[in-house]
C-alpha cells in the first residue's frame, strides 16, 4: 500500500504539471480517476433503482488520450446484490466535471424538426421501445414508485408521463418494487408478452418472469414461480425477447452471477410459438472475458440487419464512467456468436462538455431505413451525477457490415423520419 501510494504521488505531480494546459474539470476528473474509477448504487426516494448491479473489480477509463491504470474496489452489498463501493476521489472528480458541465449549457431552442437528448427526461432505466399500429411504447425499470413504467409516443421524440403497467406483482414474486427490472414487450396475435425480472421469494435471487395483457400498456400474472431461473448461478436478469424472420421465438437472458462472485454469462433459449413456454435447453453465447466488460456483461438485445445477427450487450459497472455498450456478431439466432474488436462501441463521453456518463443497456429500433439505438445515461446536474437514469437515442449507421453508433450526441439532431403508415 506504501509502494503504491508513492508512486500514486509521482503520477499526482506529473498531471499537476499537465494542469496548466488543461480545463478544471478534466483535471480534476483526470487526477482523481488516477486513484480510482468505480460508481455507487444509488436510491430514489429510499427505493433502490439499480437494475443490474455490478461487482467490478478491474476498469479502465480513458481520459484526453490518457490511460488511467487499472484499481480494485471495495464492493457493498445493497437490498441483496453486489455494487462497487464509492471512493470520494472518483465521486468529487465525475461531480466537478459534471456540474462545470451542466453549468455551462444554455437551454437551447430547437428548431422544428430536430430533437436534442435526453429524449425523456423521466427516471428511465434499461428502455425498450415496441411499436404498436402508429404509436411507440417505451418501457423501463422501477422508478417513481412505480414497478415497470410504460410511456408512448407517436414520434419517438414527445413522450408522455410514464404509468404503471404491471400494477401487481405476480405471487412468486417478493413485493418489494425496488427489485423489478429491465421489461421487454412482444406482440403475438392479439395479445402481448412481459418478459421482466424481479426477486424470487423462495430462492432470494433476481429471476425472470413473465405476465400477459390484452393491451400494451396493461399486464397481470398469477404465475406461482418464475419463467426462468437458475439460483444456483447467481439467479436470471435482464431477458431479451427475440422474433426472427422465420417466426420463431427466442428469449435471451444473463445469469445475475456477479451478485455472489461468479462469473456472468449471456444464454439463449427457444420459446414456444405463444412465446409462453421454453423449448429445448438454454445455450451460453458469451461470457465477460474482455478487459473492458470489467466483472459483469448484462443487458442482452439481439438484431438482424442485412440478414445477419448482431447480438448486443453492455459492461462493467453500470453506476460509473466504465459502463458501455459493445457487440457480438452471430452466426444464427442460436450462436455461436464472436465479439467484436472494436468493442466498446458506446462509452462514457469525458474529454469535452457536456460529459455523459455511463451510457448503456441499449434497446435497437428500425424505422423506415434508419436504426436507432435506445439507451439510459446518467442525469447530470448542477451539482454533479445525478440520481436518475434519462433515456437517450442516437443512430446507428452501417458501416461494412459494422454497427457504428452515432453518440453519444448532445447537440441538436434531426428527428427520426417515421413512415408515413408504417
Same mark, same amino acid.
Request: hydrophobic share 35%; net charge negative; glycine share 8%.
Given at each position: 500500500?506504501?509502494?503504491?501510494?508513492?508512486?500514486?504521488?509521482?503520477?499526482?505531480?506529473?498531471?499537476?504539471?499537465?494542469?496548466?494546459?488543461?480545463?478544471?474539470?478534466?483535471?480534476?476528473?483526470?487526477?482523481?480517476?488516477?486513484?480510482?474509477?468505480?460508481?455507487?448504487? =444509488? @436510491?430514489?426516494? *429510499?427505493? $433502490?433503482?439499480?437494475? &443490474? #448491479? !455490478? +461487482?467490478?473489480?478491474?476498469?479502465? /477509463?480513458?481520459?484526453? %488520450?490518457?490511460?488511467?491504470?487499472?484499481?480494485?474496489?471495495?464492493? =457493498? @452489498?445493497?437490498? *441483496?446484490? $453486489?455494487?462497487?463501493? &464509492? #471512493? !470520494? +476521489?472518483?465521486?468529487?472528480?465525475? /461531480?466537478?466535471?459534471? %456540474?462545470?458541465?451542466?453549468?455551462?449549457?444554455?437551454?437551447?431552442?430547437?428548431?422544428?424538426?430536430?430533437?436534442?437528448?435526453?429524449?425523456?427526461?423521466?427516471?428511465?432505466?434499461?428502455?425498450?421501445?415496441?411499436?404498436?399500429?402508429?404509436?411507440?411504447?417505451?418501457?423501463?425499470?422501477?422508478?417513481?414508485?412505480?414497478?415497470?413504467?410504460?410511456?408512448?409516443?407517436?414520434?419517438?421524440?414527445?413522450?408522455?408521463?410514464?404509468?404503471?403497467?404491471?400494477?401487481?406483482?405476480?405471487?412468486?414474486?417478493?413485493?418489494?418494487?425496488?427489485?423489478?427490472?429491465?421489461?421487454?414487450?412482444?406482440?403475438?396475435?392479439?395479445?402481448?408478452?412481459?418478459?421482466?425480472?424481479?426477486?424470487?421469494?423462495?430462492?432470494?435471487?433476481?429471476?425472470?418472469?413473465?405476465?400477459?395483457?390484452?393491451?400494451?400498456?396493461?399486464?397481470?400474472?398469477?404465475?406461482?414461480?418464475?419463467?426462468?431461473?437458475?439460483?444456483?448461478?447467481?439467479?436470471?436478469?435482464?431477458?431479451?425477447?427475440?422474433?426472427?424472420?422465420?417466426?420463431?421465438?427466442?428469449?435471451?437472458?444473463?445469469?445475475?452471477?456477479?451478485?455472489?462472485?461468479?462469473?456472468?454469462?449471456?444464454?439463449?433459449?427457444?420459446?414456444?410459438?405463444?412465446?409462453?413456454?421454453?423449448?429445448?435447453?438454454?445455450?451460453?453465447?458469451?461470457?465477460?472475458?474482455?478487459?473492458?466488460?470489467?466483472?459483469?456483461?448484462?443487458?442482452?438485445?439481439?438484431?438482424?440487419?442485412?440478414?445477419?445477427?448482431?447480438?448486443?450487450?453492455?459492461?462493467?459497472?453500470?453506476?460509473?464512467?466504465?459502463?458501455?455498450?459493445?457487440?457480438?456478431?452471430?452466426?444464427?439466432?442460436?450462436?455461436?456468436?464472436?465479439?467484436?474488436?472494436?468493442?466498446?462501441?458506446?462509452?462514457?463521453?469525458?474529454?469535452?462538455?457536456?460529459?455523459?456518463?455511463?451510457?448503456?443497456?441499449?434497446?435497437?429500433?428500425?424505422?423506415?431505413?434508419?436504426?436507432?439505438?435506445?439507451?439510459?445515461?446518467?442525469?447530470?446536474?448542477?451539482?454533479?451525477?445525478?440520481?436518475?437514469?434519462?433515456?437517450?437515442?442516437?443512430?446507428?449507421?452501417?458501416?461494412?457490415?459494422?454497427?457504428?453508433?452515432?453518440?453519444?450526441?448532445?447537440?441538436?439532431?434531426?428527428?427520426?423520419?417515421?413512415?408515413?403508415?408504417?
Amino acid at each position: 500500500m506504501v509502494a503504491w501510494h508513492k508512486q500514486n504521488t509521482k503520477t499526482t505531480v506529473r498531471a499537476a504539471k499537465l494542469a496548466r494546459r488543461l480545463t478544471l474539470p478534466v483535471v480534476a476528473l483526470l487526477l482523481a480517476l488516477l486513484v480510482s474509477a468505480c460508481g455507487d448504487q =444509488t @436510491t430514489t426516494s *429510499g427505493t $433502490t433503482v439499480s437494475p &443490474t #448491479t !455490478a +461487482a467490478a473489480t478491474v476498469s479502465g /477509463t480513458t481520459v484526453v %488520450s490518457t490511460t488511467v491504470a487499472a484499481s480494485t474496489a471495495a464492493s =457493498t @452489498t445493497v437490498a *441483496g446484490t $453486489t455494487a462497487p463501493a &464509492t #471512493t !470520494a +476521489a472518483t465521486t468529487a472528480a465525475v /461531480t466537478t466535471a459534471a %456540474s462545470t458541465a451542466a453549468a455551462a449549457q444554455p437551454s437551447p431552442t430547437l428548431a422544428p424538426g430536430y430533437f436534442q437528448n435526453p429524449v425523456l427526461k423521466e427516471d428511465f432505466p434499461d428502455p425498450y421501445i415496441l411499436k404498436v399500429g402508429n404509436t411507440f411504447y417505451a418501457y423501463a425499470t422501477n422508478a417513481g414508485g412505480k414497478k415497470i413504467q410504460v410511456t408512448s409516443s407517436t414520434d419517438l421524440v414527445h413522450w408522455k408521463t410514464p404509468v404503471e403497467a404491471l400494477p401487481v406483482l405476480p405471487p412468486w414474486a417478493t413485493i418489494n418494487s425496488g427489485l423489478v427490472w429491465a421489461p421487454e414487450v412482444t406482440q403475438i396475435g392479439d395479445h402481448f408478452n412481459l418478459y421482466f425480472t424481479a426477486r424470487d421469494s423462495t430462492s432470494d435471487k433476481q429471476c425472470v418472469g413473465l405476465a400477459t395483457g390484452t393491451q400494451p400498456d396493461n399486464f397481470s400474472s398469477n404465475s406461482a414461480q418464475p419463467f426462468v431461473c437458475h439460483p444456483q448461478d447467481g439467479g436470471d436478469i435482464d431477458q431479451d425477447i427475440f422474433r426472427d424472420t422465420d417466426g420463431k421465438l427466442y428469449l435471451y437472458f444473463k445469469n445475475d452471477g456477479n451478485c455472489c462472485g461468479l462469473a456472468t454469462h449471456i444464454y439463449v433459449q427457444e420459446l414456444t410459438p405463444d412465446g409462453l413456454n421454453l423449448t429445448g435447453q438454454p445455450k451460453e453465447l458469451l461470457s465477460n472475458d474482455a478487459a473492458w466488460e470489467g466483472a459483469v456483461i448484462e443487458a442482452p438485445s439481439m438484431f438482424k440487419h442485412d440478414n445477419n445477427y448482431y447480438l448486443f450487450f453492455s459492461g462493467n459497472n453500470y453506476a460509473g464512467v466504465e459502463y458501455a455498450v459493445g457487440y457480438a456478431t452471430c452466426q444464427t439466432a442460436l450462436g455461436p456468436c464472436q465479439q467484436a474488436s472494436e468493442n466498446p462501441i458506446l462509452k462514457s463521453k469525458l474529454d469535452k462538455q457536456p460529459v455523459v456518463i455511463g451510457p448503456g443497456h441499449q434497446a435497437l429500433l428500425q424505422v423506415g431505413n434508419q436504426t436507432w439505438m435506445f439507451y439510459h445515461a446518467w442525469e447530470v446536474t448542477s451539482s454533479g451525477k445525478g440520481d436518475r437514469r434519462l433515456m437517450w437515442m442516437d443512430k446507428v449507421n452501417w458501416v461494412n457490415g459494422k454497427p457504428v453508433v452515432q453518440g453519444p450526441t448532445t447537440s441538436p439532431q434531426p428527428d427520426p423520419q417515421i413512415p408515413t403508415g408504417s
